[in-house]
């Protein structure tokens, strides 16, 4: 075997492994940041689904018409209001309930939110 020059470079093999173990590190990289992307955008539906509860919870409240969907940045959500008696004559129970809007990868219930409002003797809301 004959000795090999030290200003001869890296062998081909050597070559194929440094290429193969940087391919790794960037296949890793690539999945933790699609992982990172679909996480940031789970969080961003479920936040626009909480606006969407909060006001159609306060149009209830303020006895404006219920909406079946309500715009929040842009986007359409599905918005289900019920109203239930409570065990106090005087308070109803309202629960909104967000849904994923149609097209959308992520299916059912986003957020629901439950709240409270007087009520008269006739079961109305009170002024």
């Keep these: 075997m004959t000795a090999r020059n030290p200003e001869a470079g890296f062998t081909l093999v050597e070559a194929l492994v440094a290429m193969a173990v940087l ?3 960037a ?3 690539l999945t933790a940041t699609e992982g990172h992307a679909a996480r940031i955008t ?3 539906d479920r936040t626009l689904a ?3 509860a909060d006001q159609a919870l306060t149009a209830a409240r303020l006895g404006l018409p219920e909406e079946a ?3 929040v940045m842009g986007r359409s ?3 289900t209001v019920s109203r ?3 065990d106090d004559p005087d308070l109803t129970a309202i629960t909104v309930d967000v849904m994923a809007p149609p097209g959308d990868s992520v299916t059912g ?3 629901r939110v439950t709240g409270y409002m007087a009520t008269g003797l006739n079961g109305e809301a009170r002024e």
């Design 23 to 25: 391919a790794l590190g």
């Design 27 to 29: 296949v890793s990289l």
């Design 42 to 44: 789970a969080v961003t």
């Design 50 to 52: 909480r606006w969407a």
């Design 69 to 71: 969907n309500l715009p």
């Design 77 to 79: 959500f599905p918005v």
């Design 84 to 86: 239930r008696p409570t």
């Design 109 to 111: 219930t986003l957020y």
